[in-house]
């Protein structure tokens, strides 16, 4: 049974970091691309990075482009998100999907993903 847990989310300032992981069972990340996205209230869940299991290629949103950084671990099935220099406009919530590598052709497009965790409450706020 494939399942994606998300941790990592809290409350910080502007100009501050977290770093999201996202655990994943039932299934190896070298088959699977697995995808950041986050919703704000009232907008639309959109992409924010990506990384994907046989080659590491990595897509990022232009806006959080030189501020976050995407990782994995192997032998921990986890993929983190390190987020620094966050910014008011980065709150939401974050979630973390899978779907298998080969089918995904646009990295950032919800629709493109099979698997969803449950999400992780990011708020940037003085």
């Known amino acids: 049974q494939v399942q994606l847990v998300e941790s990592g989310g809290g409350l910080v300032q502007p100009g501050g970091s977290l770093r999201l992981s996202c655990a994943a069972s039932?299934?190896?990340?070298?088959?699977?691309?697995i995808g950041w996205f986050r919703q704000a209230p009232g907008k639309e869940r959109e992409g924010v990075s990506s990384?994907?299991?046989?080659?590491?290629?990595?897509y990022f949103l232009d806006s959080v482009k030189g501020r976050f950084t995407i990782s994995r671990d192997n032998a921990k099935n986890t993929v983190y998100l390190q987020m620094n220099s966050l910014k008011p406009e980065d709150t939401g919530v974050y979630y973390c999907?899978?779907?298998?590598?080969?089918?995904?052709?646009?990295?950032?497009?919800?629709?493109?993903?099979?698997?969803w965790g449950l999400g992780t409450q990011v708020t940037v706020s003085s």
């Open positions: 990384i994907s299991g046989p080659d590491g290629v990595t």
């Open positions: 999907a899978a779907g298998v590598a080969g089918s995904i052709t646009l990295h950032l497009l919800r629709y493109e993903y099979d698997y």
């Open positions: 039932g299934f190896t990340l070298d088959r699977y691309v």
